[in-house]
């Protein structure tokens, strides 16, 4: 019996190391389970996060579309006022034309101290 506890005596000298890698493989492999349960938490709590961000966005993105709308129809609108207020302007331009031109007809005159006090031109003849 002495030769063979001094037979393994003399193993666990030389080999120790693999006996301390077997148990801080088993403690590890211990730990294990519970770092694969922090990473399942961990990839939930990111996933949830995730879904939130995505939902986020695509609030803001029919935010964006409802006030590109908004905006196009205020354009819509104010070009429509544009064009309705550019045409009564050129009638009322093309009435006062034929005034002026009603005038030079009748008292031409009249019309160059107009157009000369208006503009201060000078009007030669």
């Known amino acids: ?5 001094s037979s393994v005596w003399n193993f666990l ?3 120790w190391w693999i006996f301390l890698l077997g ?4 403690y590890f492999r211990h730990q294990n389970s519970s770092l694969e349960d ?7 709590t990111y996933d949830k996060q995730i879904q939130v961000i995505q939902e ?6 029919e935010q964006r579309e409802n006030l590109i709308k908004e905006n196009q129809a205020k354009l ?3 070009e429509k006022n544009y064009q309705e207020q550019t045409i009564l302007l050129e009638q009322e331009k ?3 034309i034929k005034v002026i031109v009603m005038n030079f007809q009748t008292n031409p005159e009249k019309v160059i101290k107009q157009v000369e006090k208006t503009y201060g031109l000078r009007f030669i003849k």
């Open 1 to 5: 019996m002495p030769l063979f506890l």
């Open 13 to 15: 000298k030389k080999y």
């Open 23 to 26: 148990g801080v493989f088993l």
């Open 38 to 44: 922090i990473i399942k938490v961990k990839t939930e």
């Open 56 to 61: 986020i966005h695509k609030q803001e993105i």
């Open 76 to 78: 819509e609108e104010i």
């Open 94 to 96: 093309r009435k006062k």
